[in-house]
């Protein structure tokens, strides 16, 4: 529970581009077992960074641009199912409507 909550710590200060970037980037990776349906988690992430990131929408992204993205994935990819679990659904929460 502890590396939940420091990665959830670390996605708390991060603006909601970089929140949205990594929801994509754990819906993407096969590294992630989330026991929630991830297209439907992918394409919910996807849609909402295309209406703030013009970036995003129209080029290729470097995701060496997002240290902070890159090691909050490396620490998810460290959790076990559950945490990871909880994570994603921190992040569906946090960044909903």
Known sequence: MEKVNKVIEIINKMDIKNKLRV????????????????AHIHS??????KKIDKDY???YINMRKYPQVIF????IMEMNNTEQNMVAMYLYNCTGN
């Open 23 to 38: 929801g994509v980037c754990m819906s993407e990776s096969a590294y992630t077992k989330l026991k929630y349906n991830k």
């Open 44 to 49: 919910r992430f996807d849609k909402e960074l």
């Open 57 to 59: 929408l129209t080029s």
């Open 72 to 75: 909050v994935m490396a620490k």
